[in-house]
Nanobody, 120 residues
Framework: QVQLVESGGGLVQPGGSLRLSCAAS????????MSWYRQAPGKERELVAA????????NYADSVKGRFTISRDNAKNTVYLQMNSLKPEDTAVYYC?????????????WGQGTQVTVSS
């Protein structure tokens, strides 16, 4: 079955950095785009960054452009989110996501999430 397991969250001071990882299994990782979302308390889940299957194209939310970098290693079935210059407003649970097409139907899969807290 499809599994997405995030890691790397934690408590960091403003201006600091974290690197999130998402280990994927149960599907052909190299064939699918991957995304990172986040959800802060009382807010809707929002797209943070996405990367195409081969890693040749990425896109970012305006709020993180220039500070976050999404990347992937298809040999390790892992997608990463490097987060630099973190701000308190980046505090949220971060989720890894993949949308799969199975027998002409689309299914969205999510990891369990990893908490990122930016505070002094």
């Amino acid at each position: 079955q499809v599994q997405l397991v995030e890691s790397g969250g934690g408590l960091v001071q403003p201006g600091g950095s974290l690197r999130l990882s998402c280990a994927a299994s149960g599907f052909t990782f190299s064939m699918y785009a991957m995304s990172w979302y986040r959800q802060a308390p009382g807010k809707e889940r929002e797209l943070v960054a996405a990367i195409t299957s081969a890693g040749g194209s990425t896109n970012y939310a305006d709020s993180v452009k220039g500070r976050f970098t999404i990347s992937r290693d298809n040999a390790k079935n892992t997608v990463y989110l490097q987060m630099n210059s973190l701000k308190p407003e980046d505090t949220a649970v971060y989720y890894c996501n993949v949308d799969l097409t199975i027998k002409n139907s689309k299914y969205s899969y999510w990891g369990q999430g990893t908490q990122v807290t930016v505070s002094s």
